[in-house]
């Protein structure tokens, strides 16, 4: 059987008439953590939104395979049951939707199976105490009056929750101050394994400090231009992406 969980093949698309991602490659197995960095307007997260199959972007040529099928043409939320997550950058406020009843459905709807209410509640109140979220924000509305940190806190309990076999962060780190970065990146800790897998899209290398990276790519212009071990993190940290801008 094959380790791989996610292969990308020559993956070009469009945002409108601009043409954004040009030939993309990338391969993802199981147990492994990836993180995608590049310049503003590389294409970082058309990429994740592109997975997704987000209806504002339009693949123009390529292939997507997550385990083994091709999921270039299936809606965003088939592609969800499969086993993909993604957190967004700016996470949506639902007004009217507590995050208890958000998470329920949203575990309902990936699994197809019907949810204990006492005991997914007592499971949500441990993964909030582990990210020092409040647990009386269990009955607040989806993200209404949260910080922006709560709000990326709260992208990180619904990972946790629904346990998808690949994650895609996109940018969770952003905004996000010394300590709010530590509890994000131990909910990563929390949620990786043998079996699954991680792609973190982001800008900067504080949320790498306390994760064990297998690959760090750099993407310029559409494509991965770059593809290393976790030091290339720290190298792009100092130097920038000058140099690769040539390649």
């Known amino acids: 059987m094959s380790n791989t969980l996610l292969e990308i093949n020559n993956l ?3 945002v409108g008439e601009k043409e954004i991602l040009k030939g993309l490659n990338l391969k993802i197995n199981k147990g492994e953590v990836h993180v995608i960095m590049g310049p503003n307007g590389a294409g970082k997260s058309t990429l994740a939104n592109v997975i997704l199959n987000n209806p ?18 299936l809606k965003t939320d088939e592609i ?7 957190s967004f950058q700016s996470p949506e ?4 939707i507590s995050v208890m009843n958000f998470l329920k459905y949203a575990r309902h709807n990936i699994t197809g199976e019907p949810v204990k209410i006492f005991s997914f509640k007592e499971e949500i109140k441990k993964y909030m105490e582990e990210l020092n979220i409040n647990p009386k924000y269990m009955d607040r509305s989806l993200n209404v009056g949260f910080s922006g940190g709560e709000k990326k ?5 619904q990972m946790l929750v629904l346990n998808p076999k690949l994650a895609i962060l996109d940018e969770t780190d952003s905004g996000l101050d010394v300590d709010a970065i530590k509890t ?5 800790e929390m949620f990786k394994n043998k079996d699954n897998a991680i ?15 297998d690959y760090v790519h750099v993407l310029v212009d559409g494509r991965i231009v770059k593809t290393s ?19």
């Open 80 to 86: 969800a049951k499969r086993g993909i997550f993604m």
């Open 199 to 213: 792609l973190i899209i982001t800008h900067g290398t504080k949320i790498l400090e306390e994760l064990k990276v």
């Open 184 to 188: 994000v990146s131990k909910g990563i």
């Open 153 to 157: 806190k709260n992208e990180i309990l």
């Open 93 to 96: 406020e639902i007004p009217g």
């Open 229 to 247: 071990s976790g030091e290339l993190a720290e190298e792009i940290e100092e130097e920038g992406y000058r140099k690769y801008r040539k390649v």
């Open 56 to 73: 504002r972007y339009d693949k123009k040529d390529g292939e997507i395979l997550f385990e083994g099928e091709n999921i270039n043409d």
């Open 12 to 14: 070009f698309a469009n």
